[in-house]
C-alpha cells in the first residue's frame, strides 16, 4: 500500500540525484577550464598574470598571416574575429618573439611545419635590442605535440623538425640558472612577457601587469613558476588575451602591430 510519508522521501530523493548529476556536470566542466588555466600571481611585490595550457588538451599554434588573404593578423582582436568566421572560439592569444621594423620576425618563425624565418644566429648588432642579448632562445612544439625552450645554438644542434617555433631573445633562465646578464636592481623597467614548457606537455606564459626589469621577470620563472628554461618574449608592446578576462599586460596605447600571435582556438564546431 503506497504512503503519504513516502512522498517527501521520494522529493528528497530525487533532489539528491539533480544535486549529483550537476556536480558532475560542474566538476567535468571545471576540468575543461582547467586546460587552458589564467591566474594572477604577486611575485616580489609585483602582479604578473599567468596562464597555463595543457598541450595534451589543447593545440596551442602560431599565427602571423592570414592564410586566405595574406595580410598579417597583426593584432589579437583581428586573429580572434577571423577565428569566430571559422567558427572557432580563441580562450588564450599572446604576442610571440621579437620583430624588426618591417613587422617581419626577427628570427626563426615555424607555422604549421613550414618555416617562414630562418634561425637567426647573428651577435651582437644593436638594432636588435633585447633580441642581441645573449643567448636568445627558441620556444617550439614538435610534431609528437611536446614544447621545449632551448638556447638558439642548442636547438640548432638539435637539429629537430618542428610545427611551432619562435625565436625570440633573451633566455631568461637556461638548465635552471638566471640569465647572468641580468641586473638585480635595474633601473630598466618595461612591461615583459615569456614563456616556459614546464613540462613537455606544461606549458606556462607570464605577462607582467607592471613594468619589471629583467633580473625580477626571470625570478619569476625559476622561482615563483618552477621553470628550468625560459625565454622572453617581448616588452613594452605584450599584451595576453584570456576567454572571459579580458586583456593582461601593456596598456593597450602602447600596444604595436605583432608579427606573430600565439593562441589556443576551442575546437572547430559543426
Known sequence: MWNASDRPLSRLRLSLCWLLLALV????CDRQAQAVSSKEQ???NQNFRVVRIDLKRETLSLHWKDPESGEPFG???ALRQWGMTHNRRMLFAANAGIYDRQFAPLGLYVENGKTTVPLN???GNPASGN???LPNGVFAIYPDGHAAVQTSTAFKAAAKPTTWA???GPMLVIDGKLNDQFIDDSNSLK???GVCAKTPHHVVFAVSEAPVN???FARLFKEELGCRDALYLDGTISQFYVDGEGYAGAPTFMVKPYAGIFAVFSQTTP
Do not use: K, M, P
Open 131 to 133: 633580441f642581441s642579448l
Open 191 to 193: 612591461w615583459r612577457s
Open 75 to 77: 593584432t589579437i582582436n
Open 121 to 123: 644566429l647573428s651577435h
Open 42 to 44: 604577486v611575485f616580489d
Open 25 to 28: 556536470l560542474v566538476a567535468g
Open 214 to 216: 629583467f633580473h625580477t
Open 166 to 168: 619562435s625565436q625570440s
